[in-house]
């Protein structure tokens, strides 16, 4: 797993992420993530992966009219 960032930079502190079995895995990430740009990929934990949700806990670094689009990349 591994989020890319677009149109504005974000403050990433961490994601939580909840898989289907009801177990869940705390991320933290804690950098400055620019337009263009991803973390760094992610191991989960276990040999069953099938993730239900992910939620993030980011601050928007710019203020204006650009607000950041983040995407979650898992395979």
Known sequence: VRLCVFNAPIRMRDFDIRFEN??????????????GRCTRNIDLN???????????????????????????QAR
């Open 22 to 35: 009801n177990q869940r895995q705390d991320v933290r990430v804690r950098e400055r993530i620019g337009p």
């Open 46 to 72: 276990g040999n069953r992966r099938d993730i239900d949700a992910i939620r993030l806990k980011y601050e928007r670094i710019q203020r204006g009219w650009r607000r950041p689009l983040v995407r979650v």
